[in-house]
């Protein structure tokens, strides 16, 4: 099954949707959770259980007659940091500072940090935001953890956690500004729940970056090439904090562009991973 927020061309409030075939249909409608928020209260099995029930209902509507927004509405997002060697390199190049992260690659406790609030995440075509304070930008393409408020992942989503690494590169304390601003995360198009993944720990991860309609830079990369697990990473996401609204967990990129590329107003991001798709978002320059 697949899960979602959308707006209707008659109300653009979000509603929480799941996907069935060429369907989505209103959860609340049918029946179901009022909320992802309150889905994400139930136990995985008993969340999939109400899920399955309001898909049955046939009351949905066409997905191609909706807009999908962020698949959120009141969880925090947050990220885990130098999870791929391709990261941790690039960080020490970047980086007066570099050994910090070389101890953090291998180090038992792995990088964790709040990445955005729901006001801050951007959806599918939303404009993602670099700073004009920032001369050095970039998109990391990571696959999404959604997990539930009992620490169970439950989903999967993509994530663009847009970063400012000459702010970053200057200072690692500066990792806040470089990474917690309007527009800095995006989130989409939908979040594929477990039962429909096979085995997320080797998942396709593509990134295409094109200005004036060429493409600028193309990776892939996957997320076997992980340095952690992702039971490791949520572990350690829930040591200390609870999160009664669930919470998405962004779990780190394995593709940097090179050193010579920033991000520019009007570019436009794409990042695939199959099964869940494509996520897709403009840039915008944030004047302070």
């Known amino acids: ?23 989505v249909v209103d959860v609340a409608a ?3 959770p009022a909320s ?21 209902s046939g009351a949905g509507v066409p997905l191609s007659s909706v807009t ?5 509405d009141a969880q925090e997002v947050w990220a885990a940091g130098v999870t791929y060697l391709r ?7 970047e980086s007066s500072q570099r050994d910090v992260y070389d101890r953090v690659y291998d180090a038992d406790r792995p990088e964790i940090f709040l990445k955005a609030t729901p006001s801050r995440v951007v959806g599918p075509n939303g404009a993602v935001g670099i700073r004009s304070d920032s001369g050095w930008d970039v998109p990391e393409p990571e696959l999404a953890l959604l997990v539930n408020a009992g620490g169970e992942v439950v989903g999967f989503t993509i994530g663009n956690d847009v970063s400012s690494r000459s702010i970053e590169g200057e200072n690692p304390l500066y990792l806040p500004q470089a990474k917690v601003y309007a527009q800095c995360a995006g989130l989409g198009p939908v979040v594929v729940l477990t039962d429909e ?16 309609g060429e493409v600028l ?6 997320t076997s090439r992980m340095h952690r697990t992702f039971d490791d990473l949520v572990s350690y996401l829930f040591r200390g904090n609870a999160f009664p609204a669930g919470v998405f967990l962004m779990t780190g990129t394995g593709i940097v562009p090179p050193s010579e590329f920033t991000l520019q107003d009007g570019d436009m991001v794409t990042i ?9 978002n403009p840039v915008d320059r944030i004047e302070v």
């Open 36 to 56: 992802l928020r309150e889905a994400l209260t139930l136990d995985r099995e008993a969340m999939m259980t109400a899920l399955a029930s309001a898909a049955s």
């Open 87 to 93: 990261s941790r390199n690039a960080r020490m190049e």
């Open 1 to 23: 099954m697949r899960i979602c927020q959308f707006t209707t061309g008659t109300d653009a409030n979000p509603r929480f949707g799941v996907i069935t075939d060429d369907l």
């Open 272 to 280: 695939t991973i199959e099964p869940i798709g494509a996520l897709t």
């Open 217 to 222: 830079f193309a990776e892939e990369t996957a």
């Open 197 to 212: 993944i096979g085995d997320p720990g080797n998942l396709p991860i593509k990134l295409e970056i094109r200005r004036g």
């Open 68 to 72: 999908l927004a962020a698949p959120i």
């Open 30 to 32: 049918a029946g179901g």
